[in-house]
């Protein structure tokens, strides 16, 4: 039971580029999640996904996309990648509404 | 959302017991209060979540106040890996907002020998 995976695990893009940030869970959880963490402070929620084929913005969900076409993966995509998106990203999953999140590594991605 | 507040950091000494504050006056009745902390470089690890009574885990303790407005994580005997940052958060039961959690600045628990 490997969790919740994240790779890549680090990332350097340049200003414009493209990337997705993959996410899967082995735990057949309904509810995942996209958070950014900048240095110093909380996580911020990006997008949410109650189930495959339901997703919903976060509290900052601009210059992202996600799809959930699996219960297994929901994977983050960067459309053309800012400065200001520099960050530690965490996808998270859960089993049920109000059950505890289960956290992966993070993908520390840098945009230059 | 219903917002929380806590201290920005704490100190304990080893071995002691921490009881790091939360204070949610704001909280609405389906609002389950859940506790994450965040070790150095890693992502957040589930703690305890409770939602009128005082709960326990192998982990840790939540005493909840009988208004709700404000609880309480109790580590019976910190060590230094349990230094890290402490985040409470609430978490509504409904399906739509219970995805989300909503994390604050957290509490910088420092443990020393």
């Known amino acids: 039971n490997a969790g919740v995976t994240q790779t890549p695990k680090f990332q350097v893009l340049k200003t414009g580029q493209s990337m997705t940030l993959q996410c899967a869970q082995d735990m057949n959880h309904e509810y995942m999640s996209w958070y950014r963490q900048d240095p110093g402070m909380g996580l911020r929620l990006i997008h949410y996904s109650v189930g495959a084929g339901i997703t919903d913005q976060g509290e900052v969900p ?28 965490f996808c998270a999953s859960s089993s049920s ?14 945009v230059l | 959302d219903a917002k929380t507040t806590q201290p920005n950091s704490m100190e304990s000494n080893e071995e002691e017991p921490v009881h790091l504050p939360c204070n949610h006056s704001t909280i609405s009745g389906t609002d389950y209060i859940h506790w994450y902390r965040q070790l150095p470089s890693q992502g957040p690890e589930y703690v305890i979540h409770g939602l009128t009574s005082n709960v326990n885990n192998r982990m840790a303790s939540l005493a909840i106040a009988e208004d709700r407005k404000s609880s309480t994580l109790i580590l019976h005997r910190a060590t230094l890996r349990d230094a890290a940052v402490y985040y409470c958060i609430l978490r509504g039961a409904n399906t739509g907002t219970a995805s989300k959690l909503t994390f604050g600045t957290g509490t910088r628990l420092q443990v020393t020998l």
């Open chain 1, 97 to 110: 509404v109000v059950n505890e999140q289960f956290f992966g590594p993070g993908t520390r991605l840098t």
């Open chain 1, 62 to 89: 601009n210059g992202y996309n996600v799809s959930r076409s699996t219960t297994e993966d929901f994977p983050l995509r960067l459309l053309s990648a800012a400065p200001s998106q520099t960050s530690v990203y």
